[in-house]
Each structure stands twice: as structure tokens, then as C-alpha cells.
């Protein structure tokens, strides 16, 4: 098929507005937020959004994809600014905060997942991927154990963002993702005691053995 051919300037932005109208909507838990409410938001006409997006779950499934493009890139940015270990943490609550986006759009997302979509399994490869980097940098650092992949990390984030269902569960999740975050510096390996320099009493350095 031919490719499709790219937007013009006000059509790119209209469709990037309503973009960030569904996901402000989805994030402040309105998952029942709709299409005349999003297309007021963000200034364009209903016919404008339907022809952006067929219907309204593909204009969710669109924002659940973004936001997992955007989290996808953030581990490289993060190890440009941060040590492996923070670049980590920093990442844990990015996840945490995009379970919230989830929380809004679960009732929107669940039809979606009853159909052949592969943006479910798409997005959990993806990230799993994207934490492998941080904890094979940590790792390397000497910050991170090495015993955890990120397929194993992205599960336990899982467990914990399944209680956005309780009143106040963002806060706590977010408190019990460090602890998470602790357990994984805890492990991580120690210098060997051949990588270690010799100590002479008193804690200086030992010097070479005389001559």
C-alpha cells in the first residue's frame, strides 16, 4: 500500500492537542471522558477528532502508545544526567506515575484488550527491555544487584501499581517502589578482594615491598 501522506502543519497540531487532551482527561482519572469533551479541550470540532481517530478506543489505544514511546526513551536521557543507580530509581516512578494514566483509561483499556491488538505485548517488551538497560548499567557501576531481569522488575512494578485500586495509591505506591528500589542496591556486588588495594596499618595505602 502506498505510504500515507504526512499532515500538514494545523492538521499535526490539532492532532497532537487532541492527544494531550486525552491523556490530561485519562490522567486525572476520567475514564469515562467523552469524544465532545476531549474535542472541546482541545479546541478543534468532534468531525476533527473522528478524523484524526476512527473511534474513540483508537484514540486511546494512540495515547497508551505514546506514552509508552515516550517512556521507552527515557532510560537513555536518564543515564546521560544520572548515575546508573539514580537513572534507575528515576525510571521506577516514571512507570509508576504512567500506571496512573492506566488507572483512567482501565475501563477504555480492557475493551482494548479483547481485541487483536499487539500494543499490550508490545509495550510490556519494551519496557521490560528498557529496565534491562538501567540494571545492566547499575549492575556494571557496582550499584545494582545482577541477579534481577527486567522482565522480573517490570512484574513486581505490576504487583504494586494493582493497588491503584485502593483511595491514596499513587503516594503509596510510590513509597513502596523505593523500597524496591533499596532491595536492588542492597544486592548489588561488592569489589572483589583482589580488585581492592592493599591497606597497610593504619588505613594508608600499602607501597611496594622495599627492594
Known amino acids: 500500500m502506498p505510504a500515507s501522506r504526512p499532515l500538514r502543519a494545523d492538521a499535526r497540531r490539532n492532532r497532537e492537542a487532541l492527544l494531550s487532551a486525552a491523556r490530561q482527561a ?11 469533551d476531549i474535542a472541546r479541550s482541545a479546541g478543534v470540532a468532534v468531525g ?5 481517530f476512527e473511534t474513540r478506543e483508537a484514540l486511546i489505544e494512540e495515547v497508551y502508545r505514546k506514552e509508552v514511546d515516550d517512556l521507552c526513551t527515557a532510560p537513555g536521557v536518564l543515564l546521560d544526567r ?5 537513572a534507575l530509581r528515576r525510571f521506577l516512578l516514571l512507570l509508576v506515575d504512567h500506571a496512573a494514566v492506566g488507572k483512567g ?6 475493551s482494548i484488550m479483547a481485541t487483536d491488538s499487539p500494543v499490550f505485548d508490545d509495550a510490556r517488551t519494551r519496557m521490560a527491555n528498557a529496565l534491562s538497560l538501567l540494571l545492566e548499567a547499575g549492575s556494571t557501576a557496582g550499584t545494582v544487584r545482577d541477579d534481577v531481569t527486567g522482565s522480573t522488575l517490570l512484574r513486581a512494578l505490576g504487583g504494586i501499581c ?3 485500586a485502593t483511595e491514596g495509591w499513587l ?3 510510590r513509597q513502596v517502589t523505593a523500597l524496591l528500589f533499596d532491595g536492588l542496591r542492597y544486592g548489588a556486588p561488592q569489589p572483589s578482594a583482589r580488585s581492592r588495594p592493599a591497606t597497610a596499618p ?5 607501597g611496594p615491598p622495599p627492594g
Open 82 to 86: 544520572h548515575a546508573p543507580d539514580e
Open 162 to 164: 494493582g493497588m491503584r
Open 171 to 173: 503516594g503509596e505506591a
Open 202 to 206: 593504619g588505613g594508608a595505602e600499602a
Open 26 to 36: 485519562f490522567l486525572g482519572g476520567d475514564s469515562d471522558a467523552h469524544v465532545e
Open 48 to 52: 476533527t477528532l473522528y478524523r484524526h
Open 105 to 110: 483509561m482501565s475501563s477504555v483499556l480492557e
